[in-house]
Nanobody, 128 residues
């Protein structure tokens, strides 16, 4: 059974950088797409960024472009979300999600429905 474990959250100030990590446990290889989503209190979960089976396939939410980089370490079965110039957005839970099905590229990494595995979430608070 695949499990995802996020780490690296915490309290930062606007303008700071933060790196979140996601360890994929219980999956025998690195064949999966990984997406990062966030959910603020009282709001719907929204796409932050994602990376496909091939690291060459990446996509970011419009407000994260230029401030965010997703990478993956296939040897250690981990993914990272590097966020820079964080905006004062208060508190949000960030979720790492994984889709082990090799889908056509027409199914974007931002398609929330494709992800059947997700972690427990990790809190990020950006203060002013």
């Amino acid at each position: 059974q695949m499990q995802l474990v996020e780490s690296g959250g915490g309290l930062v100030q606007a303008g700071d950088s933060l790196r979140l990590s996601c360890a994929v446990v219980g999956h025998r290889n690195s064949d999966y797409a990984m997406g990062w989503f966030r959910q603020a209190p009282g709001k719907e979960r929204e796409f932050v960024g994602g990376i496909g089976w091939s690291a060459g396939t990446q996509k970011y939410a419009d407000d994260m472009k230029g401030r965010c980089t997703i990478s993956r370490d296939n040897t250690n079965n981990t993914g990272t979300l590097q966020m820079n110039s964080l905006k004062h957005e208060g508190k949000a839970d960030y979720y790492c999600e994984v889709d082990p099905i090799n889908r056509p590229e027409t199914v974007g990494v931002d398609a929330a429905w494709r992800y059947d595995y997700w972690g427990q979430g990790i809190q990020v608070t950006v203060s002013s």
